[in-house]
């Protein structure tokens, strides 16, 4: 599993400033950090050459002609030195963090030692953590990913001639613009589309309650006062589909796998929000594993709603749980009871099968107790939920200064709360006074800004350029690509096995090879290690 976090970004001096410059001033600042920081090279180019966006799971393919733009995502994208200068006002010297690339512009993608993706995406900057095998890596990891780009962005403020920059880890900017905090999931290929369709939408639907990042403003344009769960609700409009920027369905059909494709396909998820609270990534990431388990067994509860699309914006329009939606046989429930019928089968799925000890344990244990207390008082999981915490601070303003929730105040303490820099943001100020429940310390989160997971193929990309930063030109999720001293072609080392390139099998290699010519050379030399990367 893994996540993606599209920021959204912002020139407080500079509000006419192209949002796709900006972006590529994050991944070039963090380029020029990590070189002189960590000591080694940055900008490891991304290789397209296994994307394949276009693929449908439900059976075909989309023409090229037929695409939106926005989902051509096998073509890097580009923007040259010119301008650069225009939005920011002058032309790039040699003094400036931009990495020239061989084709003249500037650097938007990066792959990192820790095994993510760094990269402008639809004008925002994205991090793409690096596979892990559990929530509470998940969780460590995307916070990593929180920390790299507040490096960056500490990088421009300290550069002169360019203009401050701030992040925001939300996923609106409520002028009918939404950015997507998207997962992934491996699965089994041998499990039938329909089956994860029909299992995950009434979940999907009610998962908000618990991994909503909350919202001042209803409908795409945020004009509609109120406040929501969910910061991307309202921007769904089809139950399922191929697109993630228009016409954005509930479960997307993407079939680019990133593995070997007769074994394996990756759920993209794309209803997700942004979330800052440590408990609201584990269960949302931790949750949705388990209900997959239930559908790749046949456990999943069978549940059908009326209309999945208004159901989903009915429940996070009710910050109160009240609201009921239909259900195809005509019964009226809430998005706790459904929710509640979840946890139930998922509890008896993992007692059937042995699996309720460990990390499993715990995310039952959080889940049942998170929607008791919302059952009882949804005000009490402030602690643990951003959509929550996020209420609680702006109703403490409502009362005070009497503001209605049209009030543009609220709609700048609900963008505060998103804020990346701890001294501005309003999430980091309650989560430094101990008011925000943490899993993992930060001494554990900066290591993985440096470390890729263990247990994955992250750990054999991440190390790879870590060890190699010289001879790595170019790395996907299945794939590092080598330019050797001695060779006439570049060395591809595909990928494909998400859980082969782990430290058990590869790292005895990185310890003992002193190139990169010797470690390909026991990578690929006949022996006990023999593939084991592939």
Not at 148 to 174: C, E, H, M, S
């Amino acid at each position: 599993m893994g996540t993606e976090t599209e920021y959204g970004i912002h020139a407080p001096g500079d509000p006419l400033a192209n949002s796709t410059v900006l972006s590529s001033q994050i991944i070039n600042a963090y380029a020029a950090t990590v070189r002189s920081g960590l000591g080694n090279l940055a900008g490891t180019r991304w290789d397209y050459t296994d994307e394949e966006p276009l693929h449908d799971a439900r059976g075909w393919e989309v023409s090229r002609e037929d695409a939106d733009p926005s989902q051509l995502t096998d073509m890097p994208p580009v923007l040259d030195a010119e301008q650069i200068a225009l939005a920011g006002g002058r032309r790039p010297t040699g003094n400036d963090f931009y990495a020239e690339e061989s084709s003249g512009g500037v650097l938007m993608n990066m792959v990192l030692s820790n095994g993510a993706r760094l990269y402008v995406d639809h004008a925002h900057p994205e991090y793409s953590s690096p596979e892990v095998t559990n929530p509470l890596d998940a969780v460590r990891w995307d916070k990593a990913g929180d920390v790299v780009v507040l490096t960056a962005l500490r990088r421009i403020a300290q550069t002169p001639g360019f203009a401050p920059v701030n992040l925001y880890k939300n996923n609106t900017d409520n002028k009918s613009v939404s950015y997507g905090a998207h997962e992934n999931y491996l699965m089994p290929r041998s499990v039938p589309f329909g089956h994860i369709v029909t299992g995950l939408i009434p979940f999907f639907v009610s998962r908000q309650i618990i991994c909503g990042a909350g919202r001042v403003g209803r409908g795409v344009t945020g004009r509609q006062s109120g406040y929501q769960i969910s910061q991307r609700a309202d921007f769904f409009e089809a139950e399922v589909g191929l697109e993630t920027t228009i016409r954005r369905p509930i479960i997307n059909t993407r079939d680019e796998p990133h593995a070997v494709a007769e074994k394996y396909r990756r759920l993209h998820v794309i209803i997700g929000d942004a979330n800052l609270s440590q408990v609201s990534i584990y269960l949302r990431l931790g949750t949705t594993a388990l209900v997959l388990s239930m559908i790749e067994h046949g456990d999943v509860p069978q549940i059908q709603l009326h209309e999945p699309v208004q159901a989903l914006q009915a429940i996070s329009h009710d910050p109160t749980l009240q609201q009921k939606v239909a259900l195809k046989d005509g019964s009226m429930v809430t998005g706790l009871d459904l929710q509640e019928m979840y946890l139930e089968a998922a509890a008896a799925h993992c007692r059937r099968l042995g699996t309720d000890e460990g990390m499993t344990a715990d995310v039952l244990e959080r889940w049942g107790n998170l929607l008791a207390v919302l059952r009882r008082d949804p005000m009490e999981a402030s602690a643990q939920l951003d959509w929550v915490a996020k209420l609680k601070l702006l109703e403490a303003y409502r009362e005070r200064d009497g503001l209605d929730w049209s009030a543009a105040r609220l709609g700048l303490i609900d963008l505060q709360y998103a804020d990346l820099r701890p001294e501005k943001g309003l999430y980091y100020r309650l989560a430094a006074r101990g008011k925000m429940e943490r899993l993992l310390p930060d001494a554990v989160i900066l290591e993985a800004v440096r470390q890729p997971p263990e247990d994955t193929r992250a750990y054999f990309r991440g190390k790879c350029i870590d060890h190699f930063p010289e001879q790595v030109v170019g790395a996907s999720w299945d794939s590092v690509i080598f330019d050797l001293p001695n060779n006439r072609r570049l060395q591809r080392i595909p990928t494909r096995e998400p859980l082969r390139g782990t430290r058990e099998l590869t790292g005895r290699l990185f310890e003992e090879a002193a190139s990169a010519e010797e470690f390909i050379a026991a990578l690929l030399g006949p022996g006990p290690t023999n593939g084991v990367a592939t």
